[in-house]
Nanobody
Framework: QVELVESGGGLVQAGGSLRLSCVVS????????MGWFRQAPGREREFVSA??????????WYADAVRGRFTVSRDNAKNTMYLQMSSLQPEDTAVYYC???????????????WGQGTQVTVSS
């Protein structure tokens, strides 16, 4: 059984920064392809960022809306993935989820294990 637990969310002013963490237990984290998603009220869950595992570990991908402001990373020794968020804007307000990818793709349906989410609120 794979379990994911996010932390690090909170309330921040526009222009501020936060770092989210996702601790994974169960299985072999080193080999997992991991992703971050977010969901704002009344909107669908959307892809934010991802990082590969295994032999090609460390390759990263970003949604256009966050590229240049967010940085995804991982520490395999700690079974943890991070999302460093900078220059935050009110439109970044959402619940942020980490997830493990089960098959190739970028939609939520391509990811099988999910954390409970952590709230990020950016005030203007």
């Amino acid at each position: 059984q794979v379990e994911l637990v996010e932390s690090g969310g909170g309330l921040v002013q526009a222009g501020g920064s936060l770092r989210l963490s996702c601790v994974v237990s169960g299985g072999n984290f080193r080999n997992y392809f991991m992703g971050w998603f977010r969901q704002a009220p009344g909107r669908e869950r959307e892809f934010v960022s991802a990082i590969s595992g295994g032999e090609s570990g460390g390759r990263t991908w970003y949604a256009d809306a966050v590229r240049g402001r967010f940085t995804v990373s991982r520490d395999n020794a700690k079974n943890t993935m991070y999302l460093q968020m900078s220059s935050l804007q009110p439109e970044d307000t959402a619940v942020y989820y980490c997830a493990r990818r089960a098959r190739i793709g970028w939609s939520p349906q391509d990811f099988d294990y999910w954390g409970q989410g952590t709230q990020v609120t950016v005030s203007s």
